[in-house]
């Protein structure tokens, strides 16, 4: 239905997430009015200079969390899409001049780790599998619809599902997942680990 303006929608906030919802709202025949408040769309997505000659994302550097069914519908590859892999998943230099890598190589990662501290070395495989839990139960649901409260029997029942597979997290794997949802990551690993740079 038209709203008084003349679009079917109106975005507020031209982000990442606010322009992927125009396109699919778009496709689906919809007239859509995105308002974004800077000269620039793309939000904490955008690709500024941040030092003369060099370019970065301000905050979305690695791509991983954009759903391959989005660049697929989208099209992305067709308008310039292009991944890049880094060498190195993060570079943090240090005020002593050392600098902290975090390599794809696990073992590799796990070493480095240790030069800051055998401990959280130690604990390291263990806070991943940790992670890797919950991030396997959050991911399945990336692309489902939420359960509208409003929705009838149907929706009730998909909230009963999704309740049920949470409760196959078991009770480490549930508390685990209301941590990430409720305290900050530095929170989070100022419990796990004791050296700074992690
Ligand atoms: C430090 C940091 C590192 C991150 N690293 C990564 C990463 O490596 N990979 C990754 O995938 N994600 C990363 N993220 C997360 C990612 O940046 C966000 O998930 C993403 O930017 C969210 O997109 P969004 O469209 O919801 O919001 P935003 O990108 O915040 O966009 C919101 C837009 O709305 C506009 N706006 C706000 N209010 C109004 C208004 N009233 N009127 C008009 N316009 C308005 C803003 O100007 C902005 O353009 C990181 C986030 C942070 C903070």
């Not at 800077?38 to 690695?62: K, L, Q």
């Not at 002593?96 to 780790?113: A, I, K, L, Y």
């Amino acid at each position: 239905m038209a709203t008084n303006s003349g679009y079917d929608a109106i975005v507020v906030g031209g982000g990442h997430n606010g322009l992927t919802c125009a396109c699919y709202l778009a496709a689906g025949g919809l007239k859509v009015k995105v308002l974004e408040r800077r000269s620039v769309v793309g939000g904490a997505a955008v690709t500024e200079e941040f030092h003369p000659g060099f370019r970065n994302s301000t905050a979305s550097y690695t791509v991983s969390l954009l759903n391959p069914k989005v660049i697929r519908d989208l099209r992305l590859a067709e308008h310039g899409l292009r991944i890049l892999e880094r060498p190195l998943q993060n570079f943090l230099p240090l005020p002593n001049g050392d600098v902290f890598t975090v390599s794809p190589d696990n073992n590799e990662f796990c070493r480095e780790v240790a030069r800051f501290s055998e401990a959280d070395a130690a604990r390291l495989g263990d806070f991943q599998d940790r992670i890797t839990r919950v991030a396997d139960q959050i991911r399945a649901l990336l692309l489902e619809t939420p359960p509208s409260p409003s929705g009838g029997v149907s929706d009730l029942w998909r909230a009963m599902r999704m309740g049920l597979d949470m409760r196959r997290l078991g009770e480490e794997g549930q508390r685990d997942l209301l941590e990430f949802f409720t305290r900050s990551a530095g929170a989070i690993l100022d419990d796990w680990f004791e050296s700074d740079p992690i």
